[in-house]
């Protein structure tokens, strides 16, 4: 004799019977809560850069970020922080930016270039990308089945990235 196991309500029975606006609504949603886990990780991956990290000495580097936070007119000057080694530059945050460089990096760097480094974050913060980056990602977050919101996005991190660079050059030369 064979004994049937019936399902009589579970989320297999549920899939089976759903309409595809039904099943595309749950993408959606699901793709959201993947989203937000991602954006977790990635602000936790952040905060822990961050946490390890130490406040910069007086030198060269912090007279750098005095000499172009008043050179581009910033009511403060961004606070410096030395990360580990192996991380490139970055700034982050928005009500209190924030620039971090690695370890050892005014050793490496000729004063010249460690100033281009310091002056291309700290346009990063006077053009406000602390929270335009933020809320590009979200909004890409909220749309995220739509593949022109990540080109769009990817377009626009080598825009900003472009932009402080030549923004820099210029206020060089």
């Not at 952040?46 to 030198?59: C, K």
């Not at 009511?75 to 410096?80: D, Y």
């Not at 460089?101 to 310091?118: C, H, M, T």
């Not at 080109?151 to 932009?163: F, G, S, T």
């Amino acid at each position: 004799e064979t004994a049937v196991i019936e399902n009589a309500g579970g989320m297999l029975a549920w899939l089976n019977a759903a309409s595809l606006v039904e099943l595309a609504i749950l993408a959606v949603i699901a793709g959201w809560i993947v989203r937000f886990i991602a954006a977790q990780l990635a602000l936790r991956s952040l905060l822990g850069i961050v946490g390890l990290s130490r406040e910069a000495m007086a030198g060269v580097a912090k007279t750098a970020v005095s000499v172009w936070s008043k050179r581009l007119g910033l009511r403060r000057a961004p606070r410096l922080r030395v990360v580990a080694e192996q991380h490139s530059p970055f700034s982050f945050g928005v009500l209190r930016p924030t620039i971090c460089l690695p370890e050892g990096l005014e050793e490496r760097l000729s004063s010249a270039s460690l100033d281009l480094v310091i002056g291309h974050e700290c346009l990063h913060v006077a053009r406000g990308d602390g929270w335009l980056r933020p809320l590009e990602r979200v909004t890409a977050d909220v749309i995220w089945f739509n593949p022109f919101a990540w080109l769009i996005r990817r377009e626009l991190d080598v825009a900003r990235e472009l932009a402080c660079d030549e923004g820099v050059v210029a206020m060089s030369t």
